[in-house]
């Protein structure tokens, strides 16, 4: 299956820094003691507290105004197209320090928002401690899948990766490797097949990980493609948690190209032959219309590329040195623009 679907929304600029601890629906009445009914939500499964609340706010006419208000105000992105190696800036989170983790969620999504009921109230949010059990995890399986590139038997990573991955016969492998008590197992022990490779034994232990998030996570819908008149099935990502373990799936296996910008030199997944830029708009499919939406990305590299030559050009006509031309950048334009670029800019000017 090629075709994957995962956006992210993120909450209002400024309106998201409950969001990891958990945030409020958006009433002041859904205080559990004002609806002894719902009092049964402490053990209620997820789906069942969402039709509960939605129930009791559509009675009282709060519920559709408060969604399409918020929903208007929510921000929205495809990271696997502008952030593809997302998973590797999760795994720099400090797990022990919730600013940290404040910080992440706010600038890239909570992780895997559920109901659940805090202080007496119902929030939507992912625990704290769910948020440290993932970057240890995702930290531990970037280790592993970093030394998966080594090939050298005396390179540092391998002999690490042989340290950390000890066979006990019969097929049965301990991993070993250092974890937060509270968050993750220590030394589980995972079973392949007898005479499999380390390499081999590493790679399924980081697919075995990866496939257990997507299971909970993830499904396939069939979708019609209006470009192609076709109908074609497409991996959903729930959430982002989903999106990072898929990720470094497709690192580990090597399954998509990625290529860094030339001007601001983010990583992106190219949406056509010869990208050199990240993409300004991605499409999105919209349910109520069953049409694809070009969405905004806010990147507009390209046209800052532009802007930076056609600057080039004209010091250049102005009798400006390729290094006086360097000077009178700006930073951002300096990076993109090097010596050498001025150069090639100033003999394409030359040449045509």
Request: include cysteine; proline fraction near 3%.
């Given at each position: 299956m090629e075709h994957v679907y995962a956006w992210i929304l993120l909450p209002p600029i400024g309106d998201g820094l409950e969001l990891v601890m958990g945030k409020s629906l958006g009433t002041k009445d859904d205080n559990l003691d004002n609806?002894?009914?719902l009092k049964d939500l402490l053990h209620s499964k997820p789906q069942n507290i969402r039709e509960k609340i939605l129930n009791r706010w559509n009675k009282k006419g709060l519920y559709t105004s408060f969604k399409l208000a918020y929903e208007k105000s929510l921000r929205q992105y495809n990271p696997l197209i502008i952030e593809p190696q997302l998973y590797k800036k999760f795994a720099e989170v400090d797990y022990n320090n919730t600013e940290s983790i404040l910080e992440f969620a706010n600038k890239y999504g909570d992780l895997c928002p559920n109901?659940?009921?805090s202080s007496n109230i119902v929030r939507e949010g992912t625990y704290i401690e769910d948020w440290r059990k993932h970057i240890k995890q995702i930290q531990n399986l970037v280790f592993i899948a970093e030394a998966l590139d080594v090939q050298n038997p005396d390179d540092v990573d391998y002999v690490k990766l042989e340290k950390t991955i000890k066979p006990l016969g019969d097929g049965k492998y301990m991993l070993n490797l250092i974890s937060s008590k509270l968050y993750i197992t220590v030394n589980p022990v995972f079973i392949t097949d007898k005479d499999t490779e380390l390499f081999d034994v590493a790679k399924y232990f980081v697919i075995k990980q990866i496939n257990e998030v997507l299971v909970e996570n993830s499904f396939v819908k069939i979708l019609f493609v209006t470009d192609t008149k076709e109908y074609k099935q497409y991996l959903y990502l729930k959430n982002l948690l989903a999106v990072l373990y898929?990720?470094?799936?497709?690192?580990?296996?090597?399954?998509r190209p990625v290529k860094e910008c030339e001007?601001?030199?983010s990583l992106f997944v190219p949406q056509k032959k010869g990208q050199k830029f990240c993409p300004e708009s991605i499409k999105k499919y919209?349910?109520?219309?069953?049409?694809?939406?070009?969405i905004p990305t806010g990147k507009h590299?390209?046209?800052?590329a532009h802007k930076t030559e056609k600057r080039v050009v004209e010091l250049y006509q102005k009798g400006y040195t390729v290094e006086e031309i360097h000077k009178q950048l700006t930073e951002k334009q300096k990076a993109y623009a090097t010596l050498e670029k001025i150069q090639e800019i100033i003999k394409k000017q030359s040449s045509s």
């Open positions: 609806f002894p009914e109901f659940f009921v898929y990720e470094l799936y497709l690192d580990v296996f090597k399954q001007f601001c030199h919209d349910e109520k219309t069953s049409k694809w939406v070009d590299c390209r046209q800052y």
